[in-house]
């Protein structure tokens, strides 16, 4: 199956929350993604709301079943009873889970699934009984033991940080090193039956190698490379860029 394109809206929300304005839209940028081809959106909906704010996830929810009903809304989040709730009352195909602190400034390193495995179990199944898809985030280079002891929370996927392989963009030596870690995590996570996206600094320029180095890929999710890249192209613009990088990756090229 080709590899699915979320692109996460959190640097349009915090671009539009400079000022008291309702531009630039979140609902009007996510169905220029879902138009030019996108095949889902994701948000972030942090405790402070410094970004994307609670109540853009009804008028996002709306938004895909009105205009897009094919697309996927992914939500994710460190798992509070708060955010949980969030969760089930708007309902996204996929809830990703993430260890952030509440003012972190983003996600930058995966669950300690060894020592968080009761507690990650009992948020997975609490999702899983509304119907939806859950999703973990992982370290890169997670070993062996720790991928299999996600697969045991329950959890349908895992969510592969690509930070570091992000990173390399100025050292072709360690990007090379970044995606072997990555692809032997992924190999992990393959042979314990979990599904794999994967997301963080992701760009027209690094998504083919990763997407051959991963071929099992399902979804990458991308906003900060997605957005910046929008500043130049537009969003239906950079949504077409990103999936054609993908498609290179399919055929080999790139």
């Given at each position: 199956?080709?590899?699915?394109?979320?692109?996460?809206?959190?640097?349009?929300?915090?671009?539009?929350?400079?000022?008291?304005?309702?531009?630039?839209?979140?609902?009007?940028?996510?169905?220029?993604?879902?138009?030019?081809?996108?095949?889902?959106?994701?948000?972030?909906?942090?405790?402070?709301?410094?970004?994307?704010?609670?109540?853009?996830?009804?008028?996002?929810?709306?938004?895909?079943?009105?205009?897009a009903?094919?697309?996927?809304?992914?939500?994710?989040?460190?798992?509070?009873?708060?955010?949980?709730?969030?969760?089930?009352?708007?309902?996204?195909?996929?809830?990703?889970?993430?260890?952030?602190?509440p003012?972190?400034?983003?996600?930058?390193?995966?669950?300690?699934?060894?020592?968080?495995?009761?507690?990650?179990?009992d948020?997975?199944?609490?999702?899983?009984?509304?119907?939806?898809?859950?999703?973990?985030?992982?370290?890169?280079?997670?070993?062996?033991?720790?991928?299999?002891?996600a697969?045991?929370?329950?959890?349908?996927r895992i969510?592969?940080?690509?930070?570091?392989?992000?990173?390399?963009?100025?050292?072709?030596?360690?990007?090379?090193?970044?995606?072997?870690?990555?692809?032997?995590?992924?190999?992990?996570?393959?042979?314990?039956?979990?599904?794999i996206?994967?997301?963080?600094?992701?760009?027209?320029?690094?998504?083919?190698?990763?997407?051959?180095?991963?071929?099992?890929?399902?979804?990458?999710?991308?906003?900060?490379?997605?957005?910046?890249?929008?500043?130049?192209?537009?969003?239906?613009?950079?949504?077409?860029?990103?999936?054609?990088?993908?498609?290179?990756?399919?055929?080999g090229?790139?």
């Open positions: 199956m080709p590899t699915k394109l979320s692109v996460n809206l959190n640097a349009v929300a915090l671009l539009r929350n400079r000022r008291d304005l309702p531009w630039p839209s979140v609902t009007g940028l996510g169905l220029a993604a879902l138009q030019a081809g996108a095949h889902g959106l994701t948000v972030h909906p942090r405790p402070d709301e410094r970004h994307t704010r609670f109540s853009d996830l009804p008028d996002l929810r709306a938004l895909i079943d009105d205009e009903p094919e697309a996927e809304f992914n939500i994710e989040g460190y798992p509070t009873d708060e955010f949980l709730e969030l969760c089930e009352a708007n309902a996204p195909e996929q809830v990703t889970l993430v260890p952030d602190e003012g972190q400034a983003t996600s930058d390193h995966g669950w300690d699934f060894e020592g968080k495995g009761n507690f990650l179990r948020c997975v199944q609490r999702l899983k009984n509304h119907g939806f898809r859950v999703s973990l985030f992982c370290d890169p280079d997670a070993s062996e033991a720790m991928v299999e002891a697969a045991q929370t329950g959890a349908d969510e592969l940080y690509t930070g570091p392989y992000g990173s390399c963009h100025d050292d072709a030596d360690a990007a090379k090193r970044a995606l072997e870690d990555i692809s032997r995590t992924a190999l992990h996570a393959a042979r314990f039956g979990l599904d996206n994967a997301g963080h600094d992701l760009t027209v320029e690094n998504l083919p190698a990763l997407a051959r180095a991963v071929p099992n890929l399902a979804e990458v999710s991308i906003g900060h490379g997605l957005t910046a890249d929008a500043l130049e192209h537009g969003m239906a613009g950079s949504v077409k860029r990103f999936l054609n990088a993908l498609d290179q990756a399919s055929h090229v790139g």
